[in-house]
């Protein structure tokens, strides 16, 4: 994703963290080296860090992107806190959008009251986009064993 995010904004200096852990197999080589191929190595930059501790300062970002790993983070119970800890390292004003099983309560609680718990971080502008029902998903892909917890949560700070 973050070479993607690359490709499309060609002004911008993109940052990758992933915690390449055991039971993973990316790793930062083969990310540079994918960079590379699709020539944007030079505004890329690919760090080992985990989501519930990013090695930056505060508002550091002008945006944050995250697909699908806030709910694999093993080391925070509360995976609310790693929201907390993303929107931590986003600029004010800056944007983000979290992908992830937010509709899965027994991580992230009732979405409503997590949009409530995020704007009283003082984040400005929160909205929640429910995937799991978006035409775009095939039918049979929208079960909550499949996408059907599937959510992003998007704004600005």
């Known amino acids: 994703m973050a070479i ?3 490709k ?3 002004n911008a200096h993109v940052t990758g963290i992933d915690h390449w852990g055991g039971m993973w197999e990316y790793s ?4 540079e080296r994918n960079a590379e191929i699709e020539g944007v190595a030079g505004r890329m930059n690919f760090q080992k860090a985990s989501a519930a501790a990013l090695p930056f300062e505060d508002e550091r970002f002008d945006a944050a992107v995250s697909n699908l790993v806030f709910h694999e983070v093993g ?13 931590r390292v986003v600029k004010t004003g800056g944007a983000f ?3 992830d099983l937010f509709l899965l309560k027994r991580h992230f609680g009732e979405v409503d009251d997590l949009v409530v718990m995020i704007r009283s ?6 909205a929640f986009a ?3 029902n978006s035409e775009f998903i095939p039918k049979a892909l929208r079960l909550p064993f499949m996408v059907g917890r599937i ?6 700070k």
């Open 4 to 6: 993607e995010l690359a």
């Open 8 to 10: 499309r904004h060609p």
């Open 28 to 31: 930062k080589a083969v990310c």
């Open 75 to 87: 080391d925070v119970r509360d995976k609310r806190e790693l929201l907390k800890e993303a929107l």
């Open 97 to 99: 959008a979290f992908q």
């Open 121 to 126: 971080w003082g984040i400005k502008e929160v």
């Open 130 to 132: 429910d995937t799991s």
């Open 151 to 156: 959510g992003i949560i998007y704004g600005k």
